[in-house]
C-alpha cells in the first residue's frame, strides 16, 4: 500500500527556515516523479515544487522560486522540501503528492507568523 509521511512543519518567524521531508513506501519510489502541494485555509489548493525521479528536472512555482528548493535521497525514498525566507503568505498545510497520483500524504501545517 503506498503512504506518504510528511513531517517538519511547525511554527517560524518571517525571514526563517524550514525543511520538510515526505517518507514513501508502497511502490518503487526511483519510477516516479514527486511533488509538493500547499493550501491554505479559505485558498486553492496549490503546487509548489515538483521534482523528476532521478532529480535532474525540478520545478518551482514562481511565489517559491529562489527560497525553496525540492530534493530526494532515493536511497532513503524521501523527499524534501528546504524553505528559505519564509514569508506569513507561506502559511499554509503542505502536502507530498507522488506526482500524477491520487496519492497523498496527510500534510504538515506551516505557520509564519512573528
Do not use: H
Not at 521531508?21 to 493550501?39: E, H, L, N, P, V
Not at 519564509?86 to 500524477?100: H, R, S
Amino acid at each position: 500500500q503506498v503512504q506518504l509521511v510528511e513531517s517538519g512543519g511547525g511554527l517560524v518567524q518571517p525571514g526563517g527556515s524550514l525543511r520538510l521531508s515526505c517518507a514513501a513506501s508502497g511502490f518503487t519510489f526511483t519510477d516516479y516523479a514527486m511533488s509538493w502541494y500547499r493550501q491554505a485555509p479559505g485558498k486553492e489548493r496549490e503546487l509548489v515544487a515538483r521534482i523528476s525521479s532521478t532529480g535532474i528536472n525540478r520545478n518551482y512555482a514562481a511565489s517559491v522560486r529562489g527560497r525553496f528548493t525540492i530534493f530526494r535521497d532515493n536511497a532513503k525514498n524521501t523527499v524534501y522540501l528546504q524553505m528559505n525566507s519564509l514569508k506569513p503568505e507561506d502559511t499554509a498545510v503542505y502536502y507530498c503528492n507522488q506526482d500524477l497520483s491520487d496519492y497523498w500524504g496527510k500534510g504538515t501545517l506551516v505557520t509564519v507568523s512573528s
